[in-house]
């Protein structure tokens, strides 16, 4: 179970589709970041519709099109490596929601197939 099970923090960033870091894609950055990190791993979840601070309406309906459909990228890891990374989130996001809860994790590996070689995978600072 690579040494990650037990009790772990479960990061959720909510943007917008269209939200710039340095005029790339807010969420590639993002994800980008923890990876270059070594954080066990992050996922990026497309809503269909919601609304946040300013209560304008993102939607996928064919009627009112939306460039900016709400994003949720989602990361779990110990609460030091969350709240060390806090402060550099913070500098990258103009607007959105940042949430952490507890979670158990109870299990964390990468798949292996039948005849594959053992995947490489970087070592993890914990």
């Known amino acids: 179970m690579h040494g990650f099970t037990g009790e772990r923090v479960l990061m959720r960033i909510h943007i917008g589709e269209k939200d710039k870091y340095h005029g790339r894609p807010l969420h590639e ?20 519709s919601g ?6 309406l ?12 709400p994003l949720i990228i989602e990361c779990v890891e110990t609460q ?3 709240d060390a990374i806090l402060p550099e989130l913070d500098r990258m996001l103009g ?13 964390y590996r990468p798949e292996q197939r039948a005849g594959d070689d ?7 600072h914990t």
């Open 29 to 48: 950055a993002i994800v980008e970041l923890l990876r270059q990190r070594h954080y066990a791993g992050a996922t990026v979840l497309r809503g269909v």
């Open 51 to 56: 609304f946040g601070a300013t209560a304008r």
């Open 58 to 69: 993102h939607t996928d309906k064919i009627l009112r099109l939306s460039v900016d459909l």
């Open 80 to 82: 030091e490596r969350i």
């Open 95 to 107: 607007g959105g929601l940042i949430t952490l809860e507890k979670v158990q994790v109870i299990m």
């Open 118 to 124: 053992p995947i490489d995978v970087p070592p993890r």
